[in-house]
């Protein structure tokens, strides 16, 4: 079975700064996805970015990226020039190939952004 | 666009009371839907999903029940409440074939059992 591991309960950052959030999986599939969510205050989960196996470059939302390194099954998040308003619950998902989608989650890092 | 809707938003209920949470999608057809649990500082649990209407998959046995009885709703369902089915639920849909098939999350009912 698929397991997704974050090692991270907790992480702070400064505003402004740069944050690494760290997270390894367990598969025996050579293609699959993955994918960060941010959970804030309001408990709505909103999808951060997304990183499909076979791409071997790492996938870059605007101040969001990650560092997928396939053979290591690490999928970290990099976030850059921190807000306020990135301060949330983040949590990695794996997802194996197949019509059903089943995302399998972490235990999530609480991030939080100080002045 | 796509809109998920779940409700009620908060729940009290005592133990061993009935429970109907729903769950809808606009703006789609045929959609993945999944139910979830998120216990207290904790990572989201799978409980069912369903592929289509009448179909649902069992990822973890539970006092729980889901139903699909239209293709844009999904319904979470209790005969008895229990103290340990409290937690923060979460509906959330995908569209089945594209590559990414990325779930969509409502904004959840947070359950709490006295």
């Known amino acids: 079975a698929q397991t997704v591991t974050q090692s991270q309960p907790e992480m702070s950052v400064q505003e402004a700064e740069t944050v690494t959030l760290s997270c390894t999986y367990d598969t025996s599939e050579s293609d699959y996805y993955l994918f960060w969510y941010k959970q804030p205050p309001s408990r709505q989960m909103i999808l951060v970015i997304r990183q499909e196996a076979y791409k071997q470059q790492n996938a870059t939302e605007n101040r969001f990226s990650v560092n997928f390194q396939k053979a290591a099954k690490s999928f970290s998040l990099k976030i850059s020039d921190s807000q306020l308003g990135d301060a949330a619950m983040y949590f990695c998902a794996y997802r194996a190939p197949g019509t059903a989608s089943k995302l399998t989650f972490g235990t999530g890092t609480r991030l939080q952004v100080t002045l | 666009s796509q809109t998920i809707h779940q409700w009620p938003a908060t729940l009290v209920q005592p133990v061993g009371s009935p429970l109907s949470l729903e769950c809808t999608v606009e703006?789609?057809?045929?959609?993945?839907l999944y139910w979830y649990r998120q216990a207290a500082g904790r990572g989201l649990q799978l409980l069912f999903y369903?592929?289509?209407?009448?179909?649902i998959s069992s990822e973890v046995p539970q006092n729980l029940s889901a139903s699909r009885p239209q293709d844009r709703q999904f319904i979470l369902s209790s005969k008895k409440l229990l103290l340990s089915d409290s937690g923060f639920y979460l509906c959330?849909?995908?569209?089945?074939?594209?590559?990414?098939?990325?779930?969509?999350f409502g904004p959840g009912t947070r359950l709490t059992v006295l």
């Open positions: 369903s592929v289509g209407i009448g179909q």
């Open positions: 703006g789609t057809s045929n959609p993945n």
């Open positions: 959330a849909w995908s569209v089945p074939g594209v590559s990414y098939n990325e779930q969509f």
